[in-house]
């Protein structure tokens, strides 16, 4: 949860100015901008599933890449790590019982 846990963190304060510098406007950004401004901050890709829930559209990743609880454990993730400390997070883990809120690996990166 750590690892997954920072990674959230760097995708809100890091991740966020810089699609906004580079695309202009707002979410919803391309699963391709998102990838390319990750690599370019050199983030931990491992779980840029929660950027694509973050900051791209929902329902395009909806049946394509996730399923719809898919998505919502994962934005259920993200508001855990944005609002609660760390026993918040582990209790989020303990509950959902595969530890990373939605049991993706998207590779790459290490932590």
Do not use: W
Request: aromatic share 10%; hydrophobic share 35%.
């Amino acid at each position: 949860m750590f690892g997954k846990k920072a990674a959230i963190k760097q995708y809100r304060k890091h991740l966020q100015n810089a699609l906004l510098q580079r695309y202009g406007g707002g979410a919803p950004y391309s699963v391709a901008q998102v990838d390319r401004t990750i690599e370019d901050l050199k983030l931990n890709r491992r779980y840029a599933h929660y950027a694509y829930v973050m900051y791209c559209d929902n329902q395009l990743l909806q049946g394509k890449e996730f399923s719809e609880k898919q998505i919502n454990d994962m934005q259920d993730t993200i508001t855990t790590v944005a609002s609660g400390g760390i026993l918040t997070a582990i209790g989020l883990s303990l509950v959902s019982g595969d530890g990373d809120g939605g049991g993706f690996d998207a590779g790459g990166g290490g932590e």
